[in-house]
């Protein structure tokens, strides 16, 4: 059964309203005060935004497993929540684990603890997974294996999809707060525009599983989302803050965001095509290269990310469910939130590993200055054979 979860102070300020024009002010009103809480984490910093990212993970774990839990629960079976969540612990453990290890390396081998659970963390993952693994063989139930098993697997297929993309978001984000911030905000973009597009000009239907979506939302948020994309890219192109790598200072033991920005993020000339000249009136025009990756990233979420929203539709479907849960009045759960955003992660840490990232010098020298001397000097003789030979020394 569903129940208004809208505030009192809204429900009297909108009980003139009729239901259609009462959900869009709710869900306007609420939209506006997210996008006022993303601002404020994003003005705190990294290490605030990646404690978000930490909360939303685990929120999002803890919906998608309450329904899960709803169905195991009336058979009276063990543990299932309690592994559910250990699981999740592994799944952690393991992934902050390899990120602190790559990002921090020289903090790993400064300190002693760190620098042994470093050495021997895949063994340690592996070790308290096998645990889990164990606990739920012993808690498998006469004529319930199959159930069972089933929920075993819906614990593994949550934390594929929750808890890997929200490491890489991390990931992203350790890349500058540009590759964070720009994809976030396109998906959130494409989502209001399409809304509104739907809302004041909707007639087609788009897809079946979820009848309010229309074409006309889908294209309007398409255009809409890329123009959002190349406007809010050529403004934080500008800003060493948003576009440094985050990197961690040795010396400070904090985290840093200063750098020479790269060719990505310097004002480049280009011509116009010539079709498009007699249009514009212009023949060249200046932009950050970091634009034209931008357009990239707003058609993925314009155009693909939906489908993830499509995807969550089909699940709730599935289980006959409104939302994954009542978090935030008008838009259901956490979950309802960001089933766009994952897939959208997904895509952002591909494209960089594909089209952007290079070998970084600076971290392959912190490795190199670990090394014990006659290592070092191993390798210092065979990279100046390799220069002699290539006639640059």
């Known amino acids: 059964p569903t129940s208004d979860d809208t505030p009192e102070v809204l429900n009297r300020a909108l009980s003139n309203l009729s239901s259609r024009w009462k959900n869009w002010w709710v869900r306007g009103i609420l939209t506006l005060a997210m996008i006022t809480f993303f601002f404020i984490i994003i003005y705190l910093g990294p290490m605030v935004l990646m404690t978000i990212v930490m909360c ?50 020289t903090l790993v081998q400064r300190e002693e603890p760190l620098r042994i659970l470093s050495k021997y963390h895949r063994f340690i993952s592996f070790a308290l997974y096998l645990t889990g693994f164990c606990m739920f063989v012993l808690s498998l139930v006469k004529k319930h294996y199959r159930l069972q098993f089933y929920m075993f697997g819906w614990t593994h297929v ?21 590759w964070f911030i720009v994809p976030i905000s396109c998906v959130i973009c494409n989502d209001i525009m399409a809304y509104m597009f739907g809302f004041f000009f909707g007639r087609t239907p788009l897809i079946k599983l979820s009848p309010k979506k229309t074409w006309e939302g889908f294209i309007g948020g398409f255009f809409a989302t890329v123009v959002f994309g ?76 939906p489908f993830g929203g499509f995807f969550a539709s089909g699940f709730k479907r599935a289980f006959k469910i409104k939302d994954f849960a009542n978090t935030i009045p008008g838009h259901g759960g956490i979950m309802d939130r960001f089933d766009c955003q994952y897939l959208m992660a997904t895509f952002v840490n591909v494209y960089i590993a594909s089209f952007i990232r290079g070998p970084n010098p600076s971290k392959l020298m912190q490795q190199f200055l670990t090394l014990r001397p006659d290592q070092q000097l191993h390798i210092f003789n065979t990279l100046k054979a390799h220069l002699v030979d290539k006639g640059m020394l």
């Open 56 to 105: 939303v993970q685990i929120k999002c774990f803890h919906e998608i497993i309450t329904i899960g839990y709803n169905v195991y629960h009336s058979y009276d079976l063990p543990w299932f929540r309690t592994l559910s969540w250990y699981f999740l612990l592994c799944a952690n453990y393991f992934f902050y684990g390899e990120t602190v290890t790559d990002y921090f390396f």
């Open 158 to 178: 949550t934390l594929l999809i929750v808890v890997t993309q929200s490491h890489l978001i991390i990931h992203n984000l350790f890349e500058g707060m540009i």
């Open 230 to 305: 190349l406007l809010l890219s050529y403004v934080m192109s500008g800003y060493r803050c948003f576009t440094c790598p985050v990197e961690f200072n040795n010396d400070t033991n904090s985290f840093t965001v200063d750098c020479e920005p790269s060719e990505l993020f310097q004002l480049q000339e280009y011509n116009i095509p010539l079709v498009l000249q007699s249009v514009v009136g212009w023949k060249t025009v200046r932009m950050f290269p970091f634009q034209i990756h931008s357009i990239a990233l707003s058609t993925f979420a314009s155009l693909i990310g």
